[in-house]
C-alpha cells in the first residue's frame, strides 16, 4: 500500500458533528489531508459512490444494478451536471430512488496542483462560491445543504486548507478508499499507460479484498465517462455486486 492509499487515523463521529443519529458508526477513518476515506472498518459494509460531470451514459446500467439488489448508492454531481437539462430525468430518478445525491463543486475546478498539493490554485473565496453555486442547483431539486453534507472535491484531489475551508461551511470533505483503481474507469487507450481495463480494474478490486479485506471501503466510479472507453467498467456493477454479496458484504448509503 503506498502512500497515497494509507489510512492515517480512527476518529470519532461526533469531531464533525452534524448527523445527529448515526445508523451504522460512531468511526470514520481519516487521511492526513483531513478526508474521510473510509467508513466503520469493524462492519462489513460497502459504500458504492458514483461522480459526474459531463457524462451520464452508465445511469441505466447502474441505476439498474443498484433496482435490482435493492442498493442505496451516493451520487456527487457538480453544478454544471444540475443544470444540464439532459440530466434533469435521471436526477428525479435518483432522488425518488432514495439515493444520496452530493456535491461535486460547481465547475470541476482543481483546487491545488498535481506536483505540489500545497500549493492552492483557488483562494477560500473562489472555493465557498464555487461550491455555494452547487449546492445552488442541487436546492433545485429539493436537496438542501443539510441534506447532503458529504463533499467530494473535483478530481478528488485537496489539501489540509480545501479540508478547513470545507469543515468551515458545515460540511464534510469526503474521498474513496484507495486501492483497487476503481477510480480510474475513466480513462481511455487513447491516454497510453495511463489507461486501465475493466477487467483490471474488476480483478484489482476481488483481489484487494482476498488481501485486506474491505470492511468501510468506500468504492468510486463515474457515472458516465468519455465515448473513447469503449470497455465501459458500470457494464461489470452487477457481477460485481454480486460476487461481493456471495462473500458477505452487505451495500449501505453513506449517510
Given at each position: 500500500m503506498?502512500?497515497?492509499?494509507?489510512?492515517?487515523?480512527?476518529?470519532?463521529?461526533?469531531?464533525?458533528?452534524?448527523?445527529?443519529?448515526?445508523?451504522?458508526?460512531?468511526?470514520?477513518?481519516?487521511?492526513?489531508?483531513?478526508?474521510?476515506?473510509?467508513?466503520?472498518?469493524?462492519?462489513?459494509?460497502i459504500?458504492?459512490?458514483?461522480?459526474?460531470?459531463?457524462?451520464?451514459?452508465?445511469?441505466?446500467?447502474?441505476?439498474?444494478?443498484l433496482k435490482k439488489h435493492n442498493i442505496k448508492a451516493a451520487f456527487f454531481f457538480t453544478g454544471d451536471f444540475y443544470r444540464n437539462p439532459?440530466?434533469?430525468?435521471?436526477?428525479?430518478?435518483?432522488?425518488?430512488d432514495g439515493h444520496y445525491l452530493g456535491a461535486h463543486s460547481d465547475k470541476h475546478l482543481l483546487y491545488c496542483t498535481w506536483e505540489k498539493r500545497d500549493s492552492l490554485l483557488v483562494s477560500s473565496s473562489e472555493f465557498r462560491i464555487d461550491?455555494?453555486?452547487n449546492y445552488k442547483e442541487m436546492a433545485k431539486y429539493g436537496i438542501?445543504?443539510?441534506?447532503?453534507?458529504?463533499?467530494m472535491p473535483p478530481y478528488e484531489?485537496?489539501?489540509?486548507?480545501?479540508?478547513?475551508?470545507?469543515t468551515e461551511m458545515g460540511l464534510k470533505l469526503f474521498n474513496f478508499t484507495g486501492g483497487t483503481s476503481s477510480?480510474?474507469?475513466?480513462?481511455y487507450p487513447e491516454l497510453g499507460k495511463s489507461y486501465i481495463s475493466s477487467d483490471t480494474i474488476f480483478n484489482r478490486i476481488l483481489t484487494y479484498e482476498r488481501r485486506?479485506?474491505?470492511?468501510?471501503?468506500?468504492?468510486?466510479?463515474?457515472?458516465g465517462t468519455d465515448p473513447r472507453r469503449t470497455d465501459k467498467f458500470y457494464n461489470s456493477l452487477d457481477n460485481l455486486i454480486e460476487n461481493l454479496q456471495d462473500i458477505g458484504y452487505s451495500f449501505r448509503r453513506i449517510d
Open positions: 503506498n502512500v497515497s492509499e494509507k489510512l492515517i487515523f480512527i476518529i470519532p463521529f461526533f469531531f464533525f458533528g452534524c448527523i445527529d443519529k448515526p445508523e451504522y458508526s460512531s468511526l470514520y477513518v481519516i487521511d492526513d489531508h483531513g478526508a474521510i476515506v473510509r467508513m466503520d472498518t469493524t462492519k462489513k459494509e459504500f458504492l459512490v458514483f461522480t459526474g460531470h459531463e457524462f451520464a451514459d452508465g445511469f441505466e446500467v447502474i441505476h439498474a444494478s439532459s440530466f434533469e430525468g435521471l436526477i428525479h430518478t435518483l432522488k425518488e461550491l455555494e453555486n438542501e445543504k443539510e441534506d447532503a453534507l458529504f463533499f484531489w485537496y489539501n489540509r486548507e480545501i479540508s478547513k475551508w470545507t477510480n480510474q474507469d475513466w480513462t485486506y479485506g474491505m470492511n468501510g471501503f468506500i468504492l468510486l466510479s463515474h457515472i
